[in-house]
Nanobody, 129 residues
Framework: QLQLVESGGGLVQSGGSLRLSCEASGSTFEHYAIAWFRQAPGKEREGVSC????????NYADSVKDRFTISRGTAKNMVYMRMNSLKPEDTAVYYCAADWAPYSSFCTIVPHNGRYNSWGQGIQVTVSS
């Protein structure tokens, strides 16, 4: 059973940066596609970014493209998301999620797609204006 723990969230001013980390334990993390989702109060869950197990494919929501960067760490149990030029509308609880997809170059940020079976507990990101 894969366990995921997010870290790196917090309060930042508009225009600032944060780096979220997703640390995994309990399984072979490099065989999973990893995605970040977020949910703001009163809003639906939104896919933010994903990286395939091979690392060859990365997808981003239009709202974060050119501002956020997802990467797999040199430590095989870590995935990061660098968030630059943060805006108040980026305020949300951010979740990392894992999809068992070994040797695959596919990942998706479509919410509720049924592929992501392991989720972290979420971490708050608040961007003040």
């Amino acid at each position: 059973q894969l366990q995921l723990v997010e870290s790196g969230g917090g309060l930042v001013q508009s225009g600032g940066s944060l780096r979220l980390s997703c640390e995994a334990s309990g399984s072979t993390f490099e065989h999973y596609a990893i995605a970040w989702f977020r949910q703001a109060p009163g809003k639906e869950r939104e896919g933010v970014s994903c990286v395939s197990s091979t690392g060859l494919t990365k997808n981003y929501a239009d709202s974060v493209k050119d501002r956020f960067t997802i990467s797999r760490g040199t430590a095989k149990n870590m995935v990061y998301m660098r968030m630059n030029s943060l805006k108040p509308e980026d305020t949300a609880v951010y979740y990392c999620a894992a999809d068992w997809a070994p040797y695959s170059s596919f990942c998706t940020i479509v919410p509720h797609n049924g592929r992501y079976n392991s989720w972290g507990q979420g971490i708050q990101v608040t961007v003040s204006s």
